[in-house]
């Protein structure tokens, strides 16, 4: 049963997305696996070149045909079909047109493996402040069955109240389908009370269009258009909870009052330095 807000703001849920915003890929492992690329292939790049060809990728894939394909992506094996076409393209963009069978099967297991996998800078602290302040959480995210592999094995699970993954709802973020779905299950008063963050700013656009107040996590700058909520980092998310909410600001420190990061964190908050929700 989903549990609405009982905090007195506001604000009835924050909605967050998973991948590159509240998990990455480890930098070690972009460090190996280029290393692997460079020996296989014979061409030198770096993780940075191999970061930066996969978020090409993904991003060359926001058309209704590419997502139609990601919706009807259920099992395991579709999965791995799929990311072997995923990485032939980025090995392309990398000037490797030929890539080996060992290569695209090593970087395809390097994308769907869970320990691969850490918790973003910033999220967790994030997280467990929003659960403190009892304001209820929901994931909605374009994934596959690794993605929940992944979610259950950094443990992050047990801080939403619902939890919304694209292979297993089929339906997908940009449609207005699915954040017309996500708002029936919350059972939310209305659309604007809905916090919603994402790192691809189609998704947000998409969530915005539903009514939802949505917010930019330009994860490293990785686009260069703009949109009127940013944020860089994660804990900047408590500002536009605070001003949606109106909230005392002080109500942090009663909480973590032993924490000198999470204080300093608090104080942005208090100072309210960013861009308003609109």
């Not at 204080?263 to 942005?268: A, V």
């Amino acid at each position: 049963m989903i549990t609405k807000n009982q905090g007195g703001t506001g604000i009835e849920f924050v909605v967050w997305d998973l991948g590159d915003t509240l998990i990455r890929i480890r930098s070690s492992v972009w460090s190996q696996v280029a290393s692997y690329f460079a020996d296989e292939s014979r061409i030198e790049i770096t993780p940075d070149d191999l970061r930066k060809a996969v978020r090409q990728e993904w991003l060359a894939r926001d058309d209704p045909t590419s997502m139609n394909i990601i919706r009807n992506i259920d099992t395991q094996e579709k999965e791995k079909k799929y990311f072997r076409e995923f990485y032939l393209c980025v090995a392309q963009r990398l000037g490797l047109k030929r890539p080996s069978d060992k290569l695209i099967r090593f970087l395809v297991a390097s994308q769907m493996e869970p320990c691969n996998y850490e918790i973003i800078s910033g999220a967790k602290e994030t997280l467990e402040i929003l659960k403190k302040m009892q304001i209820p959480q929901a994931l909605l995210s374009n994934g596959f069955v690794s993605s929940k592999m992944q979610l259950m094995y950094l443990g992050l699970d047990k801080y939403f109240e619902l939890i919304m993954i694209s292979f297993e709802e089929k339906l997908v973020k940009p449609d207005i389908a699915i954040y017309k779905e996500l708002l029936t299950r919350l059972n939310v008063d209305s659309p604007k009370n809905v916090l919603f963050v994402d790192d691809r700013l189609t998704f947000v656009e998409g969530a915005a269009r539903s009514g939802m107040q949505s917010v930019w996590f330009n994860n490293n700058n990785a686009e260069s258009r703009t949109w009127k909520n940013t944020i860089f980092k994660l804990d900047q998310i408590l500002d536009r909870v605070t001003k949606m909410s109106g909230a005392d600001g002080h109500f942090f420190y009663m909480i973590y009052p032993e924490s000198d990061a999470l204080q300093l964190n608090m104080q942005r908050v208090l100072e309210c330095q960013t861009v308003p929700v609109s």
